[in-house]
């Protein structure tokens, strides 16, 4: 089946950046990643699961949250079926535990976390100066 595991997180300073990896790995036949969105999903203490980007397999297309707008920044590298986040001008409130998530079929534009049919295990990223 498929399988997703996050890497690249860590302790930042406010204003800092940081990049997430999500390595897809378990499919069944050849491109078969371009029949995913992959989503980032993050949750902090105290609050609930909010989705941060999607972007598609197959041709790249984004969506962002509003609040991570101009500031984070998804793209895929297909060959390596991995997907990232970069982000910049880290924020305290963007201190979460930070989940990616794929979703076969999906409409990137909808990037609900409630259509993800895998989910990674999170990485942790903590701001603080």
């Known amino acids: 089946q498929v399988q997703l595991v996050e890497s690249g997180g860590g302790l930042v300073q406010p204003g800092g950046s940081l990049r997430l990896s999500c390595a897809a790995s378990?499919?069944?036949?050849?491109?078969?990643?371009?029949?995913?969105?992959i989503g980032w999903f993050r949750q902090a203490p105290g609050n609930e699961r909010e989705g941060v980007s999607c972007i598609s397999g197959r041709d790249g297309r984004t969506y962002y949250a509003d609040s991570v707008k101009g500031r984070f920044t998804a793209t895929r590298d297909k060959a390596k079926m991995t997907v990232y986040l970069q982000m910049n001008n880290l924020r305290p409130d963007d201190a979460a535990v930070y989940y990616c998530?794929?979703?076969?079929?999906?409409?990137?534009?909808?990037?609900?976390?409630?259509?993800?049919?895998?989910w990674g295990k999170g990485a942790l990223v903590t701001i603080s100066s």
């Open positions: 378990g499919f069944t036949f050849d491109d078969e990643f371009n029949d995913y969105i």
């Open positions: 998530a794929a979703e076969r079929g999906g409409w990137v534009l909808k990037c609900s976390d409630f259509g993800m049919d895998v």
